[in-house]
């Protein structure tokens, strides 16, 4: 099983799990920029971690046989801090980066006026650079604020855009728009595997991406994997998991893969930004 993981915030994991994903059967990964957990006080804060996933991330995961690619933004969170907003400024010169594939997470927290600002400067960043979006959908209000959110990305076409942490109540809404459906499965929160295969018996397997979105919290990133057997054993066939856990993920962020696999011989392969 050959798993490319769409969202998975690395910087908060061990060298461990990458071995442990190696092994699972993950070879590629997208790590979207979030909030670390407590509040950055000024933008410098913002490029050094823009760096990490840029430099030190990549490198790590490489000796584990694993692609990292990122996206990049500032997040819904910290769009509230006034001392945070000038990082939109700085923001378009990393967008240009070989290995930034989207602008993410944008989107919503508590969908304040700040948060609107910020979430549409950054679509338009990503029209100017010719990148797809990755979309932050709030843990409150859920479906109140995923209707908001396509109001705001109605603009963009809906192949570009990708609205995650999606749930039962929200994907309809989401199918029903033309955007790619994104799912985060976790052990104890937001979606199960049994429950990711339940919605995947009714909406199909076009335009749905399923991530751990492991990060500081209980996590795991070995989720995918578990989405991939749940799927199995009820009836869906290989090529249909192949598609949700590699081809969905390389075609929403246009990543072409050379060479014909990424497994352990990694430095004969390469993923890279495609058109």
């Not at 029209?127 to 995923?146: C, I, N, Q, S, Y």
């Not at 929200?170 to 728009?177: K, P, Q, W, Y």
Request: aromatic share 8%; hydrophobic share 40%; proline share 7%.
């Amino acid at each position: 099983m050959r798993i490319f993981d769409p969202h998975i915030h690395m910087t908060s994991r061990t060298t461990d799990d990458y071995a442990r994903m190696h092994d699972a059967g993950v070879r590629a990964v997208v790590e979207p920029a979030f909030w670390l957990g407590q509040p950055r006080t000024n933008v410098g804060s913002f490029l050094d971690y823009f760096d990490s996933l840029l430099g030190w991330e990549p490198y790590r995961a490489a000796q584990h046989g694993i692609r990292h690619l990122c996206a990049l933004a500032l997040n819904p969170k910290e769009a509230n801090d006034p001392r945070c907003l000038p990082v939109l400024d700085e923001l378009p010169r990393y967008l240009l980066k070989e290995s930034v594939v989207a602008v993410g997470e944008v989107g919503y927290d508590s969908m304040t006026p700040a948060e609107d600002k910020a979430f549409e400067a950054q679509l338009a960043m990503a029209v100017e650079h010719d990148l797809p979006v990755l979309v932050h959908t709030p843990h409150r209000d859920k479906a109140a604020g995923t209707r908001r959110t396509l109001d705001v990305v109605k603009g963009l076409p809906p192949e570009r855009v990708l609205i995650d942490h999606l749930n039962e109540v929200t994907v309809g809404m989401v199918a029903d728009s033309g955007c790619w459906m994104g799912f985060s499965i976790y052990p104890d929160t937001k979606m199960d595997p049994g429950r990711m295969v339940a919605i995947l018996k009714e909406y199909g397997t076009e335009r749905v991406l399923v991530n751990s979105a492991a990060d500081w919290g209980r996590s795991d990133p070995l989720r995918t994997r578990a989405v991939g057997e749940a799927m199995l054993a009820s009836g869906f066939t290989s090529a249909q998991v192949t598609q949700v856990l590699w081809d969905n993920p390389v075609a929403f962020y246009h990543a072409d893969v050379e060479g014909p696999d990424l497994g352990d011989d990694y430095a004969g392969n390469t993923i890279k930004r495609g058109g």
